[in-house]
């Protein structure tokens, strides 16, 4: 099929490499415009213009996806496929395909609608999830689904993981779906739907006193990005690995309480939280390489340290 292909962060640059790699005629690739990723001042393309370019493949940046609308319009699509573009496409677009649209969407819809589904799993403490092949309709991933896999999410798998995981999974089943558009069967979404709203870097600070299951899954969700942190004095600490640690052992006299206040750390590297232990793994304090926990808590002074919470005095 001749189709038209929109995709902006590495997540997208498999589908797009297999969909080459089929046989498709991708007359032209749409990506956000290029942007500065690093603390640097130049700017960089997103890894799908890269892909693309090493592919050979016409490229357009557009700062909003209507302005290439009558571009499109011209090329004779079959249809277009879009995978974490970034952008709600405009009718003016999404009729320029004889067949409409498709997108990858890496969760089992209605559940998790929108920009980020695979954290919203997570910190919702899903077990499931999944990827799926949709028709793109002027919703916000409202369309109906054209095919799905389904999967377990594991019990220590942090988002970065499981997305690379359904990429894995999507990209085979993109492909078999654009190899037979005839045998499309559009299914309406059922089921309640649940909005996947974008992360921010504000809603990964860690409250200590939460529990430490839901803090675990605070750090899977912010992994790789945003990242769950909180604070040591002024300076911010990224938390990358974590998980719930056992509760302080009793004796004959009574159960023993926990060694400090909610946000306390152990010489061990454990913290206290509002119910149960959080043992950090791998931390990366600010300005630095990410860490050891263990070698982090050693080069701490002080046989007691407290972490900041997510509360207003400490912001």
């Given at each position: 099929m001749r189709l038209a292909y929109f995709g902006t962060?590495?997540?997208?640059?498999?589908?797009?490499?297999?969909?080459?790699?089929?046989?498709?005629?991708?007359?032209?690739v749409v990506t956000q415009p290029d942007r500065r990723r690093g603390r640097g001042s130049a700017t960089t393309p997103s890894p799908v213009r890269a892909a693309a370019e090493a592919l050979g493949l016409p490229v357009r940046t557009p700062a909003r996806a209507r302005e290439c609308a009558a571009e499109l319009a011209d090329l004779g699509l079959d249809a277009g496929v879009v995978v974490a573009f970034g952008q709600l496409l405009p009718p003016a677009v999404l009729a320029t395909g004889r067949l409409g649209f498709v997108n990858l969407h890496f969760s089992r819809l209605p559940r998790w609608r929108g920009a980020a589904p695979v954290e919203r799993a997570i910190l919702a403490g899903d077990d499931e999830t999944g990827v799926c092949v949709m028709a793109l309709d002027e919703g916000m991933d409202t369309g109906p689904v054209l095919a799905e896999v389904t999967t377990a999410i594991g019990p220590e798998e942090t988002a970065g993981a499981l997305r690379a995981r359904l990429v894995a999974l999507g990209t085979p089943l993109l492909v078999e779906v654009l190899g037979d558009p005839a045998g499309w069967t559009p299914r309406p979404q059922v089921?309640?739907?649940?909005?996947?709203?974008?992360?921010?870097?504000?809603?990964?600070?860690?409250?200590?006193?939460?529990?430490?299951?839901?803090?675990?899954?605070?750090?899977?969700?912010?992994?790789?990005?945003?990242?769950?942190?909180?604070?040591?004095?002024?300076?911010r600490l990224k938390v990358l690995r974590a998980r719930v640690g056992s509760e302080p052992v009793g004796t004959a006299d009574g159960p023993a309480g926990p060694p400090g206040p909610p946000g306390t750390v152990t010489p061990a590297g454990a913290v206290v939280t509002g119910a149960g232990l959080l043992v950090l793994d791998e931390v990366q304090p600010e300005g630095r390489a990410p860490m050891v926990a263990?070698?982090?808590?050693?080069?701490?002074?002080?046989?007691?340290?407290?972490?900041?919470?997510s509360g207003p005095a400490d912001r």
């Open positions: 962060p590495v997540e997208a640059v498999p589908p797009l490499e297999a969909v080459v790699a089929a046989g498709h005629d991708v007359a032209c089921g309640e739907a649940t909005h996947a709203a974008k992360c921010t870097v504000e809603e990964f600070a860690l409250d200590w006193s939460r529990p430490a299951e839901e803090l675990v899954r605070r750090v899977r969700a912010g992994n790789p990005r945003p990242g769950a942190w909180t604070t040591v004095g002024d300076r263990t070698a982090w808590r050693a080069g701490l002074r002080g046989a007691s340290v407290r972490l900041g919470t």
